[in-house]
């Protein structure tokens, strides 16, 4: 009977330990997901024309002069044109 109480006790330690280690691992997954997550919510903030205006002072006229010119890089999304906020300042 005590051999079996000892084996018991031996499985569930390595049981518990096992269980702590998974854990631990999904936790430290979970924090880079997160983490690359933001990066590419901060990565890609996507803004309108008048919304860049607005930023950048200038006027509508300017902004597509710049567009065409290839001074601000843009993105067609469907009929939209967007701006990577980050690209602007990179510029």
């Not at 390595?14 to 936790?27: F, R, T, Y």
Request: charged letters at 30%; a positive charge.
């Amino acid at each position: 009977m005590a051999e079996n109480k000892i084996i018991i006790e031996l499985d569930a330690w390595c049981l518990m330990e096992k269980v702590i280690a998974i854990i631990q691992e999904s936790m430290l997954e979970m924090e880079k997901r997160s983490d690359s997550g933001k990066q590419k919510l901060q990565e890609t903030e996507l803004m309108t024309r008048s919304e860049v205006c607005e930023l950048l002072h200038i006027s509508q006229p300017t902004l597509t002069k710049n567009m065409k010119n290839g001074t601000i890089r843009y993105k067609r999304v469907g009929r939209r044109v967007l701006f990577d906020k980050n690209q602007l300042f990179k510029q």
